[in-house]
């Protein structure tokens, strides 16, 4: 990429906070049953995140619901450190993910690992908490139609 692309690079839309928990029947129980939200996904794996994953669907944006799935799943350890669950990371929307991270890496981020399929069936990638503010964030790219529309 070039300096000037670099230098335009810019961030989409927050598209979800991710929730860790021990037990997502559970936390599918608390939304819809004392926060009273309707609209909830079915919880579904996604095998090579090693996670459970079920969205809360709000006007505003979704609640990522993730329970750990197999033995080297990456939240075992926040939740070994939180066991009720709680606050995981921020995902935003990125229009072309492997620029996102060269213009990341340009900027001293340390990205984890290469772009891989996530929950909404586009690619991911992670930034390390370490160098975000303490917060661990996932860049997502958008969903984009044959006619090159967000959607
Ligand atoms: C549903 C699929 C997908 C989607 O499409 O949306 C997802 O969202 S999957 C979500 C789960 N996947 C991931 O988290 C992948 C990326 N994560 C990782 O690579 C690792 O979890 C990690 C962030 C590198 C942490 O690895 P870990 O082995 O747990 O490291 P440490 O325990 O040594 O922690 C190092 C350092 O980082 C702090 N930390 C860890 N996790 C978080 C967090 N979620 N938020 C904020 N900070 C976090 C931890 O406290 C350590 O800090 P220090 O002690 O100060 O070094
Ligand atoms: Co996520």
Known sequence: MSKAEIAEFQLGPMNHVGVAVPDIEN?????????????????????????????????????????????????????????KGGQHHMCFEVEDIHDAKSVMETRGMRVLGEPRIGAHGTLVVFLHPGDAGGVLI?????????DGVDH
């Open 138 to 146: 996932e860049l997502m790219e958008s969903h984009k139609s044959c």
């Open 27 to 83: 936390a599918i129980a608390f939304y819809r049953d004392v926060m009273g939200v309707i609209d909830i996904s079915k919880p579904e794996v996604l095998a090579p995140q090693g996670v459970k994953y079920a969205f809360v669907n709000l006007p505003s944006g979704q609640v990522e619901l993730i329970e750990p799935y197999g033995e080297t799943s990456p939240i075992l350890k926040f939740l070994e450190r939180n066991p």
